[in-house]
């Protein structure tokens, strides 16, 4: 099925402690997050598969000039009433039906031009990722299949969910609605966002007050919120933590800079927690290290059954 997307104008171009037995973090709400015993589970790189530091966007290569490029794009187009345009279409759920795994399988043809990373398709970082994840926190295998769908909107990218630009899909996330932080990479190029010139946006609060809950915001398109809406829609039994994780996980700005904190509420800060642990694996299990997709498959798709329908709308 082609779906046919009408590009937008460009415009104007708490407390944690440790319990007694040292290997569990509680949260304010009393909720117990496992400590991985040091030395004993993943160990995050130094240098990413191109051998560069992770996130380093002013590294001098032929993909940096392709990942600004991307951020160009990205900061000028992702406006509010884009946002609002994109969210009414696809929160339709009507693209296509298809089970967890088969759109695992569909991500083969996708690679991530926003990502300076990562160049592999990205079935092979989504199990990177979960596996990462299994290795350390053995019990927890909601946040396994966490790492496992966390970037399934990505397939946004495919011709048969209309191939939507690059720009609308992939990269960090931030707000709309109020001002730009001054975190948000490759910044610059916000001043040729038409939401930059509307007053009502460039306040700290913007549309929102202090407080009102992430949930509440407005972020930038692209595939994060399109499967936290796959995942809500579909009636996933996975906790609200996930669903925060997967939502927000390129929500840097946030769970790296500390932006935007003002407008979360308790329970965003509950899920933050869980959200910077996710972070780890999620960045730094970009390597060249193959995983054998047959020999892991069964488990995934046994945490598939339990945590969602056989077929999903998309």
Known sequence: MTIVVEQPALGLQTEEKTTSNGNEL??????????????????????????????????????????????????????????????????????????????CELLNDVVDDSDPDLDEPQIEHLLQTAE???????????????GLIHDLG???????FGGLPQWAVVGDTFPLGCAFDESIV?????????????????????????????ENVMI???????????????????????????????FYPLHRSGAYEHLMNEEDVESLKWLKIFNKYDLYS?????????????????????????KLRW
């Open 220 to 250: 930038s398109w692209g595939h994060d919120d399109y499967m936290y809406l796959v995942a809500k829609e579909n009636g996933t039994t996975l906790p609200p933590a996930a669903l925060f994780i997967i939502r927000f996980h390129s």
């Open 186 to 214: 490759h910044h610059k190029y916000f001043k040729d966002n038409p939401d930059s010139k509307n007053p009502t946006y460039n306040t700290k609060n913007g549309i929102y007050q202090e407080g009102c809950g992430l």
């Open 26 to 103: 509680v949260l304010d709400g009393g909720f117990a997050v496992p400590v991985p015993v040091p030395g004993a589970g993943f160990e995050a790189p130094e240098i990413n598969s191109f051998g560069k530091s992770f996130r380093d966007y002013d590294a001098e290569s032929e993909r940096q000039k392709t990942v600004e490029e991307f951020y160009r794009l990205n900061h000028i187009n992702q406006t509010y009433d884009f946002v609002k345009k994109m969210r009414e279409e696809y929160g339709k759920l009507d693209k296509v039906e298809m089970s967890i795994w088969e759109c």
């Open 132 to 146: 990462a994840i299994r290795k350390d926190y053995p019990d927890e295998d909601w946040l396994h299949l966490t």
């Open 286 to 310: 970009k390597s060249k290290v193959r995983i054998n997709v047959e020999e892991v498959k069964p488990y995934y798709l046994s945490l598939i059954e339990k945590y969602f329908p056989a």
């Open 154 to 160: 990505k397939v946004l990218l495919h011709p048969s």
